[in-house]
């Protein structure tokens, strides 16, 4: 796909291609945001066993563990 700089386009160029992004949007299926978290927190859970972030790098896969102390005089 070409890039198009916007500043170039009239202004009804702008208003087709806001026009057509406005159809292309118009057809995406709708959530409840209370649904959308509810899922969120439920896949976030089924993983959370895996999940370093949660429960953090053991000592001995760490790559990024200090090597050595600090001494400061």
Do not use: H
């Amino acid at each position: 796909m070409p890039v198009i700089n916007v500043e170039d386009l009239t202004d009804k160029d702008k208003a087709v291609m806001e026009v057509n992004q406005l159809k292309i949007e118009v057809k995406l299926e709708r959530w409840l945001t209370s649904k959308c978290c509810e899922e969120i927190k439920d896949y976030i859970q089924a993983g959370v066993e895996e999940d370093t972030l949660v429960k953090g790098i053991s000592e001995e896969k760490n790559p990024f563990k200090e090597k050595g102390g600090c001494v400061i005089c």
